[in-house]
């Protein structure tokens, strides 16, 4: 514990130093930032925020962290140049460094992280919108998660994800309505009101048409044909799902940690649980409470899921 606390006050001790400092280089030159935090004085307090941001021991990335010095290339046309100014290797675990200039204001008059709805990474998107705080994409990011195993738990967690959904849509949308005309951010904005109302909508129209086909059957008019099409709605809907989904699997198979027959499963039982979302959103919408649930999480990340 002693060691852990000096290394903080340690770091602590570069961040006030600085900020005595009448003037400060530039970081944001990317020849600056890399030699900043490739130098000696320096690289204690890099291996620290890596170590705290990715729970990886510092000891271990002491021993193994080198510097790749590459950028990687742009992947989206309006980025300029390059969108990491220093990549660091950790035994094959790839991390990208990239210093962007701000005037920091906005997060220093958070002083903690602000967001705490249902939906917090949602709200942290809309409000990132709403300031015209940019990101970027990084397309050879790897994503780690881990989802409930029982059903019970998946149908708490999706009800949070929706009464979020909808409680931040209250929020920010109205406001986006009044920030669309001649704003830069336009397809953000328009992106975000739209949000899940076409997929919305057509599950709605979907299920009134099956109400007609059935209300047809039980007044005995046309019963075959009734019959046929509520068939051919529920097979075609189900059979586009499991082409998506297979797309997924095979475009990215060597990233999904899946055995070779849970990745059958999930194919063709994948359309079956998102039916399971319509419930969902009814109890989400009309629960007087819904709050957060702890997910446990037990698995590591070489154990294939099957």
């Known amino acids: 514990m002693n060691e852990v606390k000096e290394k903080k006050d340690k770091v602590k001790k570069i961040i006030d130093d600085l900020d005595k400092l009448d003037k400060v280089i530039a970081a944001t ?9 490739q130098s ?30 590459t950028e990687l290339p742009k992947s989206f046309y ?11 290797d950790i035994k094959g675990s790839i991390i990208n460094l990239e210093m962007n200039h701000t005037s920091g204001d906005i997060v220093k ?23 015209n705080l940019t990101s970027n994409y990084n397309k050879n990011a790897i994503f780690y998660d881990e989802q409930p195993v029982e059903y019970n738990k998946t149908i708490n967690q999706r009800m949070r994800w929706i009464r979020g959904y909808f ?4 929020k920010y949308v109205p406001k986006f309505f009044k920030m669309l005309k001649n704003n ?7 992106t975000e009101i739209t949000g899940m109302w076409p997929y919305i909508l057509m599950i709605i129209g979907a299920i009134l048409y099956i109400l007609g086909q059935l209300g047809n059957i039980i007044l005995g008019n046309d019963i075959r044909t009734a019959i046929l099409k509520i068939f051919l709605v529920i097979i075609g809907a189900y059979t586009l799902f499991v082409g998506l989904v ?9 990233k999904i940690n899946l055995s070779k027959a849970m990745q059958v499963k999930v194919t063709f039982f994948a359309p079956l649980f998102f039916v399971t979302y319509i419930p969902c959103a009814l109890k ?18 070489k154990q294939k899921i099957d």
Request: no cysteine.
């Open 109 to 131: 008059n958070w002083q903690t992280f602000p967001f705490h709805s249902l939906t917090e990474d949602y709200e942290l998107t809309l409000y990132s919108i709403e300031n």
């Open 167 to 170: 409680d931040n849509q209250r």
């Open 40 to 69: 000696k004085e320096s690289l204690e307090a890099l291996i620290y925020l890596i170590s705290e941001i990715t729970t990886i021991d510092y000891d271990y990335i002491k021993e193994n962290i080198t510097f790749k010095n």
């Open 284 to 301: 989400a919408l009309f629960k007087k409470e819904v709050k957060w649930e702890k997910t446990e999480h037990n698995r590591t990340l």
């Open 184 to 190: 830069p951010n336009y397809a953000s904005l328009l």
């Open 246 to 254: 297979t797309y997924v699997i095979l475009k990215d198979e060597d």
């Open 29 to 37: 030159d990317d020849n600056v930032f890399k030699s900043l935090f």
């Open 78 to 88: 309006m980025e300029r140049g390059k969108i990491a100014d220093l990549v660091v």
